[in-house]
Nanobody, 121 residues
């Protein structure tokens, strides 16, 4: 059974920092692309950052230079270090695990339940 569990959200003042964690089980973690996405009410879920199995990272322009994604393949955990937080970073943050199967081309895609991040001005 696959489980994706986020933690670390909360309330923080603008300019502050938070670190989100995402623990994955039931998958071969090291081969998955891990990602953080966020969503606010009435808006589509948007990419925040992704990290491949070999550590290559990608960030949304809005978080570049402020957020850092990392992963620990030994512990099956992916982190999102968020610094210099802004009120517009307020959202529910979701962890995602994805991989494309070489044989069929189909994508295996798993989501956590989300963790709320609120940045006050």
């Amino acid at each position: 059974q696959v489980q994706i569990v986020e933690s670390g959200g909360g309330l923080v003042q603008a300019g502050g920092s938070l670190r989100l964690s995402c623990a994955a089980s039931g998958i071969t973690f090291s081969v998955y692309v891990m990602g953080w996405y966020r969503q606010t009410p009435g808006k589509k879920r948007e990419l925040v950052a992704t990290i491949t199995s070999d550590g290559s990272t990608k960030y949304a322009d809005s978080v570049k230079g402020r957020f850092t994604i990392s992963r620990d393949n030994a512990e099956n955990i992916v982190y999102l270090q968020m610094n210099s937080l802004k009120p517009e970073d307020t959202a529910v943050y979701y962890c995602n695990a994805a991989r494309r199967l070489r044989t069929t081309g189909s994508v295996l895609d798993y989501w956590g339940q989300g963790t709320q991040v609120t940045v006050s001005s």
